[in-house]
DNA sequence: GCCTGTGAAGCTATTCACAGCT
DNA sequence: AGCTGTGAATAGCTTCACAGGC
């Protein structure tokens, strides 16, 4: 099993591979890699240790091949299909960006319940009413969700988005989501995050 | 010196404190409010441990006083001023975020360079042309920023920033930006996150 | 010589477990 | 009896340092 820190970074390093590598490089070496990526030479060695990928001493590594490599371990045989619950300003950019980066990643079901935006097609991805959401997660097989509804409704979304067959979730509300030990959860709260940063700015301030 | 997750934990258990426990109670022992994080008894104690803060056995925790105590160590003695660059959907989302939570946090001054955007007010804050990230800046000696601009420009952005004495940065660009190790920065990429939760998705599916 | 892969060491974060208090 | 605060143990993550290969 793959740590989560490591597959976190795994991502960046493909991302780095696949758009910020000149396409005349074939070779790259671990150095070069880990300071692309802010991270040590031993640091990326152990993480390609993790999927098993080894390069060559004297060359480095095979871009195309590690990128290959790396792709082979996230996305699995097919392209992750994910649902979105939330079409405010938040929900609407994520799957903008998404849908902007080549990714093998693919936003096929969008929810709200305002009755405004359902229906209709939003940022090139289809929007249903939210209380399809087991209909529509059961049919198309989806077992990756993004929740970004107001607080006030995020657990009760969580809960039907789990009784449906989720079994991830990226949390964007500000509330702690309870959900059972078998579904993998990730909180992104941004005000904790921005008032992490601002506390860590004023340390830094305060020792100039 | 408080560790990174412990001042995110922190942030979190005020909130719960302050939005999530009734007024009505006036003590709360750790495993309560533990268990309304998701975390473990210890791990409260711990982190309350690290803010010198301390219950009394038989009763627990003073709710109003150890919010106060958390906000005393987390807010500092004025509120931080923020600025974010970048007013696309995902920018719009975090200033309203941010003014609908009760917080001590203030995005003060907001940047973008299309001009049908600047010089106006949106979601309540002012909107500067791009050019003005050092004059605005210095001005109103934030030290604390959001970078929700596109890839390419993200790192002239940080480097602006820096440059005009921002100690902080959330990035929510997903390029690895290069900072002075004497700024804080907090890496947020949307598209690594939901890879990541959509590997760890298949893997819980797979070992059904 | 300079690289990779990796055992071992070092460091950080979390949990255990219990003394001490009420 | 049941809580808190905390030393000690454990688990997890990162870096060191070096054997082995080209």
Redesign the pocket.
């Known amino acids: 099993m793959i740590?989560?820190?490591?597959v976190e970074?795994l991502s960046l390093y493909r991302w780095l591979l696949e758009m910020r590598v000149d396409p005349g490089t074939v070779y790259?070496?671990?150095?070069?890699?880990a300071s692309m990526a802010s991270?040590?030479?031993?640091?990326l060695?152990?993480?390609?240790?993790a999927i098993?990928?080894?390069?060559?001493?004297?060359?480095?590594?095979l871009v195309k091949d590690l990128a290959g490599s790396i792709g082979a371990v996230l996305d699995g045989s097919e392209p992750s299909r994910v649902a979105l619950v939330g079409m405010g300003n938040l929900g609407r950019a994520i799957v903008s960006f998404v849908r902007g980066r080549k990714s093998q990643l693919q936003i096929v079901a969008t929810f709200d319940k305002d009755c405004r935006k359902t229906g209709r097609v939003i940022s090139g991805c289809r929007c249903y009413n939210q209380d399809k959401i087991e209909e529509v997660v059961e049919k198309e097989k989806i077992i990756t969700a993004v929740i970004t509804v107001p607080c006030a409704e995020a657990q009760k979304v969580a809960d039907r988005l789990v009784n449906a067959g989720v079994r991830g979730i990226l949390n964007y509300a500000p509330v702690p989501l309870r959900v059972p030990e078998w579904v993998y959860l990730e909180n992104r709260d941004v005000t904790a995050a921005l008032e992490k940063v601002a506390y860590f700015a004023r340390q830094e301030e305060e020792r100039k």
């Not at 790259?28 to 890699?33: A, E, G, I, T």
């Not at 098993?52 to 590594?61: D, F, H, L, R």
């Open positions: 740590s989560d820190r490591t970074r790259l070496f671990s150095h070069q890699l991270v040590s030479p031993a640091q060695r152990r993480d390609l240790m098993g990928y080894s390069g060559s001493p004297s060359k480095g590594y």
